[in-house]
């Protein structure tokens, strides 16, 4: 199953887990599985039924720029990273 690494302000719907694992073969059915098991987590990570635009999907270390198509192997680790921004 793909691991799922949980951004630290997502945290509390996790019961504080830092890493989850949830069955999956697109980002789509990762999102949907784990909103079955953390109530609230799909609505921090999309707008309807796709990514939000401040959050960037990293797939074993790659930026992934299909959104919820992209296709994941069973072994795969998700990074969900919301953008920072600050400064001047």
Do not use: W
């Amino acid at each position: 199953m793909p691991m799922i690494s949980i951004p630290s302000l997502m945290q509390d719907l996790t019961n504080g887990k830092k890493i989850v694992s949830v069955k999956g073969a697109t980002v789509r059915e990762v999102v949907n599985n784990l909103e079955k098991i953390y109530p609230g987590i799909k609505a921090r990570l999309c707008n309807e039924d796709r990514i939000r635009p401040n959050i960037a999907v990293y797939i074993d270390g790659i930026i992934s720029r299909e959104g919820m198509r992209q296709r994941i192997a069973e072994d795969a680790e998700i990074h969900f990273l919301p953008a920072i921004s600050g400064g001047k």
